[in-house]
């Protein structure tokens, strides 16, 4: 059971990273407001300050890792993977 809590966590942590990649691409590609994408990304992400490098990784890291406190939260609540 326990490794099905882990792959499941792992696949999500997987899922919100390339998600991370395709916001922080689309700063790039739909130049429209960057001001209010730059400022919603500040609000998401601890550490997050420009686009640059050190905050491209810190998002990434933050959204892996975002699934596996809320896939934690989703078992402490005691719902059953694939059964909610």
Known sequence: MNTQIFRFANRLGIFLALLFVICFAWFYIRPIDQDLHLRLFRLAFFGFFEMNLASFLV??????????????????????????
Do not use: I, N
């Not at 975002?66 to 402490?76: F, I, P, Q, S, T």
């Open 59 to 84: 998002g990434v890291v933050q959204s892996y890792l975002w699934a596996y406190v809320g896939v934690g939260l989703w078992r402490l609540v005691r719902l059953p993977l694939g059964k909610a």
